[in-house]
C-alpha cells in the first residue's frame, strides 16, 4: 500500500495547472517505430514552444504539452490516455491507428476531441457518426487513391499488376477495400502482401514480389518496416520509381539507410516539405538557439517533423477558433471540438502564420471531417538528400471513397448504437 | 511473535487442511478481501482503474492459468499471448451474436472454448517434453494469430481487421464499452479473478493437483504410482485454457475495448505472463498475484516517479525503465530462483520464530 501513496503523490506532483491550454503529446522515442515518432513528437512540441516563447501562448493563454510515452503499444497508449485527460486535455493525437481505435470510443465518451491527420479510422471523416473524431486533411483511403492516380498519370492501368506491401494492422489493412475497389473500376490486379510486426524480416515478401512481378508497388508501412522495405526493394532491384509509399512510409529516415540505391523513390504527402519558410527563421531564432527545442533538436526540415508542427500548427489555429466562437480564452475540449468542426485553413491564414503554401486549403464541416484529401507525390533526390514535389495537390477519387466512407460509418453507428446526426 | 501459533488448536480434519491454517494470515486474507471488495470501488477513478488495478487483476487470471500448467503440471507453455487471443476472439464473436445474454455468461463461455482449444494444442504433450513442447506451443502461439489475421469471420468483417467491443451489461450495470464507470470495470474483474483463484486453489490441492504435481516431478514415477499422464496433462491445459480465455475475454472486452490480434496477443504476451509466473513463483497461486503485480505496477510506478515526479524525458524514463525492471528480474531470480512467492514463505518463517530465531 506504501506504494500506492508514493504513485498517488506522483499524479498528484503532476496535477494540472488548469489555467493552460493543454496539448497531450503521446509520442513514442523507445522501440521500433521510434525513428519516425522522434521528428514529428520534435515538431510538435516546438512549434507550441514558439507559440509560448514568441506570442505567450495561444490568444494570451500559455500552452503546456505534457509528453507520454507510448512505445506505439495500444496498452500505454491507454494509459497515457487515463493520466493526461484529467489534466484538462483539449486535443488528442496518438499518432498510432492502434491507440486511436481505442480512443474513439473513449474520447466521444468523456466529450474530449482527437485529431487523426492523415491516419487512424477512416470513416471518421464522417462527423455526422463520429462527433469528435477529426482526420483532415487527408486519409488512408485519399492515399491510396493518389497512388493509383499517379500509376494511372504515367500509362494505361488496366491489366497492370499493383502489389500492396502493408504493416499486417488495422493501419495496414485500411486502404484494402478501396484498393479493391479501384482495382474493379479500373481494371488492374491487386496483389496483398502484409507484412507483420515490427517488420525487420521481409526477405519472403520480397522473394514473393520477385516472383511475381508486379508493375508497381504500393507500401503502407511504418517505422523499421519502411527502411528495410526500401533496402529489399533494391536488392532485388525492383525499379524505384515503380516503388510509392503512403505519406508514413516517406521519411528522410526511411530512405537514408538504403544510400543511393533508394534514389528515386517516391511518396505521398498532404503538406509540403524542406525548411525554407518564415516559420523556420523564428523556430530557430526562439526555439532551438534558446536551447528549448524538444528531444536532441536536429530533426528540423525533415518530412515528419513538419507533419508533427502542422499538427501542432492545425490544433492551435483550431484552438484559436474555438476562443473566438466562445469569446474565451480558456477554453474547454467541448470548445476545442467545436473549433475544429469550424476550422477553416485559407492561403492567407498560412502565410500569417510564416508557411506560406505549406499545405491545402480546406475547410472543416460536420458532415465532413476530412478536409478536401488532397495529396502530391514527392521523390526521394540522393544527390541533393531531400524530397521533391514531383506533382501538384490533386484530388482523390470521391466516387469511389465517399461510399465507403458511408458505409462504413453507418456499420460503426449501429454497432455502437450512435444515432448519425450533427450537434 | 505475528504468526504465532500457540492457542491456535484445531480439532478437525478440514480445520487443519485449510488454505490458511494460521489465525493470522486467515484474518489478513478476509481484510484483503474486504478492502478490495468494500473499499476500492468507492474510491476507485479511471486512472487507478484502467492503469494499475484491471490490468493487474486481468494479468492474475492469465497467470494463475499458466501457473496451473507450467507451475503445476510442469509442461512449459509459450502459447499464452495466442489462448488469451482464443478467449477474446470467442468473447467478440459471442458479444455480437448474442447482444442480450449477460457477461457473466459470455465470459466464463469463451474461458470453455479456449479450455477446448487448449486441448487440442496440448495433446502433443503426450509424445514431447519440455523445449520440444514449447516449441509446440510456440507454433500454437504463431498459429492462432496468423488464424485471427487470416480470416474475417472472427472479426466479423470488419475492414480493419479490429474487434470493437460493444456495451454489455451485468444485472443492467454496464461493464463494457466506454460508458463504463470505472468501479463496474475494477468489480467484474475482481469478481473474476477471486472466483478463479479459488477454484485454482482448491483444484491444486485436491486429488487433481497433486497428479499434476506427480507428473511434473517425474512422469514415470507418476504413471507407475497409477497417475494417467494422459488425463493429468490434458486436464491441465484444459484448466489452464479455461483461466487463460478468461483473462484474454476480460482483457479484450472490458480493459482494451477495441484489439487486434497480432499486437494485443503476440508472443511478447506470452513472454510476459511467463515471466510473470517465473518471477512469482512456479506452483504457487499467490505467486501468480505477485508476479502479475511486479511486472504490471512496476513499470506504471517507475513511470511516474521517472517523469511525473523528477520531471525526467519520457524516452531517458521509458529506457531506464526497462533497465530498472530487467535489473530487478535478474536480482530476483539470482537471490530467490523461487519466486516471490518463496520469499514470502521466508519472511513468514521469520516473522513466526520472530524475536527469537533459534
Known sequence: MKLTAIAAAAVMAASPVMADLVFPDLSYRTGPYAANGIPFSDGYQDYFTLLNERDGGIGGVPAKVIECETGYNTEKGVECYEATKG??????????????????????????????????????????????????????????????????????????????????????????????????KHGFELMLVPVDHPGQEQKSQWLQIRQQRPDNVIMYGWGVMNQVAIQEAANIRFPMENFIGIWWSGSENDVLPAGDRADGYKALTFHNLGDDYPLYDDLRKYVVDAGKAAGAGDQLGSALYNRGMYAAMLAAEAAKTAQEIHGTGDITPAMMRDGMEALEMTEAKMEEIGLPGFGPEFKVSCENHGGNGLGAVAQWDYAAKEWKLITGYEGSDQDVIQPLVDEDSAAFAAESGIEPGCK | MFYREAGDFKTSYPEDSQTFPIKFDRYRYYVVLAVAFLIIPFIINDYWANAVFVPFLIYAIAAIGLNILTGYCGQVSLGTGGFMAVGAYSVYKLMTAFPEVSMLIHVPLAGLITAGVVTLFGLPSLRIKGFYLAVATL???????????????????????????????????????????????????????????????????????????????????????????????????????????????????????????????????SFLVLFMVIIGGLGSIFGSFAGAAFMVLLPVFLKNVFVGMLGWPTDLAAHLQFIVAGGLIIVFLILEPHGLAQLWRLAKEKLRLWPFPH
Open chain 2, 139 to 269: 507454433a500454437a502461439q504463431f498459429f492462432l494469430v496468423w488464424l485471427f489475421n487470416k480470416v474475417p469471420w472472427f472479426y466479423n468483417y470488419s475492414a480493419s481487421g479490429q474487434i470493437s467491443s460493444p456495451e454489455r451489461d451485468v444485472f443492467g450495470i454496464i461493464v463494457t464499452g466506454p460508458n463504463t464507470e470505472a468501479w463496474a470495470k475494477y468489480m467484474i474483474c475482481l469478481v473474476f479473478v477471486t472466483l478463479a483463484a479459488l477454484i485454482a486453489r482448491n483444484l491444486t490441492r485436491g486429488s487433481i493437483g497433486r497428479k499434476w504435481m506427480a507428473i511434473r516431478d517425474m512422469d514415470i514415477a507418476a504413471e507407475i504410482i497409477g497417475v494417467n499422464p494422459m488425463m493429468a496433462k490434458l486436464s491441465a491445459f484444459a484448466v489452464s485454457g479455461f483461466f487463460v480465455g478468461i483473462a484474454g475475454a476480460l482483457f479484450f472486452s472490458v480493459y482494451l475495448g477495441a484489439a487486434e490480434v497480432g499486437e494485443s496477443f503476440g508472443i511478447d504476451k
Open chain 1, 87 to 184: 489534466e484538462g486535455a483539449l486535443v488528442y493525437q496518438p499518432l498510432s491507428t492502434g491507440i486511436t481505435y481505442q480512443l474513439i470510443p473513449k474520447v466521444t465518451a468523456d466529450g474530449i476531441p482527437m485529431h487523426t491527420m492523415g491516419y487512424g479510422r477512416t470513416s471518421a471523416k464522417n462527423g455526422k457518426v463520429f462527433s469528435n473524431v477529426f482526420n483532415y486533411p487527408a486519409n488512408y483511403w485519399d492515399g491510396a487513391s493518389h497512388a493509383i492516380n499517379h500509376i494511372m498519370s504515367q500509362g494505361d492501368i488496366a491489366g497492370k499488376k499493383i502489389a500492396l506491401v502493408y504493416h499486417n494492422s488495422a493501419y495496414g489493412k485500411e486502404p484494402i477495400r478501396t484498393l479493391e475497389e479501384l482495382s474493379k
